[in-house]
C-alpha cells in the first residue's frame, strides 16, 4: 500500500512540474536564431548585430547559428522540423527562401506551408567587385573583355543558384556575353579568392563587400540595385546601362509553422522595439541596408511574388540541382 501511494505522488509530483513548466511565459530559455549560411554572409551580418539588442527587447539570450549546406537548404530544413516553440527561428534570405524551391528538385521544405513570415529587416544589393590592380575598372571594361574572350573571363559567387550567381547570368544575358561562373561555398570563400587573384571578378552582397571596399581591399564595380545605395553612392549600379539587371537581397525573420500566436507576436513585438532603435538602424544601414519596412502580413506576399520572379530566372538560366 505504502509503495504504491509513493508511487501516485511521484506521478502526481511529476504531472504538476510538467504543468509548471508549460505555463511558463514564453520566453523562459535561450533562442536559437538560425542562419542557413556560412559566417560572413549577410543575414549572418544581420543576425549578429541584432542579436544583442533582440535578446534584451524580448527578455532571453539570443545564440546565433550557422548551419549551412545545400545552398540554405539544410538549415532551413532543420528550422521547419524543429519543435514549434518559438525557440528555433530562421533569419534567411530571398536566395534559400525563394530560388531553392526552382533551384533543387526536393529543397526539403515548403518555403510556403512550412513556415511563419514573422518580420521582414530589410534589403540591399550585390556588388560586383574586384582587386584593386585589377585592369577592370568600370563595368564597360568588364563587358569589353567578356567580349573578346567568351568564356574566359569568370566571376565567383557564393554557390550555385544564389543571387550572385544568377545576376551574373542575368548580365551574360543583358549584355550578350559569356562569363564563366565559379561557384563556392559561401561569400566569405569566393571573396578570399578574389582578393588572392585567383578569380578576378565575384558578385558580393554589399555589407559582406563594404568594409573590404571602403579599405581598398577589393574595388567595387557596379551594384545590382535599381538605385544607388544611400550606403556607397559612389558605386553606379548595373542598371544604368542595363535596365533589366536588377537583383537584391532581402533578410527576413520565419518560424516553423505551429509556432504559438503568443510567440509570435512577442518577436515581432521586440523585432518593432529593436528597429526603431536608432543605434541599430544605423549600424544596419552603414552595412548597405534598405530599412524600408514590409509589414509581416504583407511578407508572405513578397515571397510569393519572389518565388515566381526567380523561378522564371532560373529556368532561363539553365540551373538545375538534385
Avoid at 560572413?40 to 541584432?50: C, E, F, K, Q, S
Avoid at 526552382?102 to 510556403?112: C, E, Q, R, V
Avoid at 540595385?225 to 535596365?243: D, L
Avoid at 543605434?279 to 519572389?306: C, H, M, T, W, Y
Wanted: proline share 8%.
Amino acid at each position: 500500500m505504502y509503495k504504491k501511494s509513493t508511487a501516485i505522488a511521484g506521478l502526481l509530483i511529476g504531472f504538476l512540474l510538467s504543468s509548471l513548466a508549460i505555463a511558463q511565459p514564453y520566453p523562459n530559455k535561450p533562442i536559437s536564431l538560425v542562419v542557413p549560411q556560412t559566417a560572413g554572409g549577410t543575414n549572418d551580418i544581420v543576425a549578429r548585430l541584432i542579436a544583442p539588442a533582440f535578446g534584451e527587447a524580448i527578455g532571453a539570450s539570443v545564440v546565433v547559428e550557422n548551419r549551412p549546406g545545400a545552398g540554405g537548404n539544410i538549415g532551413t530544413q532543420s528550422v521547419a522540423r524543429s519543435a514549434k516553440d518559438g525557440y528555433t527561428l530562421l533569419l534567411t534570405i530571398n536566395s534559400a527562401q525563394a530560388i531553392n524551391p526552382a533551384l533543387y528538385k526536393n529543397p526539403g521544405f515548403d518555403p510556403i506551408n512550412d513556415f511563419i513570415p514573422l518580420y521582414y529587416i530589410g534589403a540591399t544589393p550585390y556588388v560586383l567587385v574586384t582587386p584593386p590592380g585589377s585592369p577592370y575598372k568600370t563595368l564597360a571594361d568588364v563587358i569589353s573583355a567578356a567580349k573578346k574572350k567568351p568564356g574566359e573571363l569568370s566571376y565567383a559567387s557564393a554557390g550555385n543558384g544564389t543571387i550572385s550567381h544568377l545576376l551574373g547570368a542575368m548580365l551574360n544575358t543583358s549584355a550578350g556575353v559569356e562569363m564563366q561562373h565559379i561557384p563556392y561555398k559561401g561569400v566569405a570563400p569566393a571573396i578570399n579568392d578574389v582578393l588572392g587573384g585567383q578569380v578576378p571578378l565575384a558578385f558580393a552582397s554589399l555589407p559582406s563587400a563594404l568594409n573590404y571596399i571602403k579599405t581598398g581591399k577589393l574595388q567595387a564595380i557596379a551594384i545590382s540595385s535599381a538605385k544607388r545605395s544611400s550606403a556607397a553612392p559612389e558605386i553606379p549600379t548595373i542598371a544604368e546601362t542595363y535596365p533589366d539587371c536588377v537583383g537584391e537581397v532581402w533578410v527576413a525573420l520565419f518560424a516553423p509553422i505551429g509556432t504559438s500566436a503568443d510567440a509570435v507576436k512577442k518577436v515581432q513585438l521586440a523585432m518593432d522595439k529593436i528597429m526603431v532603435k536608432p543605434d541599430v538602424r544605423e549600424k544596419l544601414i552603414a552595412q548597405g541596408l534598405d530599412l524600408n519596412p514590409v509589414p509581416a502580413a504583407k511578407l508572405s506576399g513578397l515571397l510569393k511574388e519572389e518565388l515566381a520572379k526567380w523561378a522564371k530566372i532560373v529556368k532561363a538560366s539553365g540551373a538545375q540541382l538534385d
